[in-house]
């Protein structure tokens, strides 16, 4: 996965409309959802691992997951099926 952007696009555009937030905080929610989203494919879902590998709790991980709102898929499993 490669993310692509344009700091000073990002810095103007916050600057000329006031983003609420400002341009710190939007440019992690352009970039935080999908690297937990690499991070928790790269560990099959397995939550603890993600958190491990990006240097913070669960717990944090947990609130990261509900703040951006990311969706997590869900992978079903049938009974008797290899992994």
């Known amino acids: 996965m490669k993310i692509t952007l344009d700091l000073s696009q ?3 555009a ?3 409309y006031h983003h609420r937030e400002g341009a710190y905080k939007h440019l992690l ?3 935080i959802p999908p690297f ?3 991070l928790l494919e790269h560990t099959q879902g397995n939550k603890s691992a ?6 913070f709790s669960r717990a ?3 609130r990261k997951i509900k703040h ?3 969706v997590l898929e869900k992978k079903v499993r049938l009974i008797g099926e290899d992994v």
């Open 10 to 12: 990002l810095i103007q």
């Open 14 to 16: 916050n600057a000329s």
């Open 29 to 31: 929610s352009l970039v």
């Open 36 to 38: 937990i989203k690499l």
């Open 50 to 55: 993600a958190a491990r590998l990006a240097g």
């Open 60 to 62: 944090t991980l947990d």
């Open 68 to 70: 951006y709102h990311i």
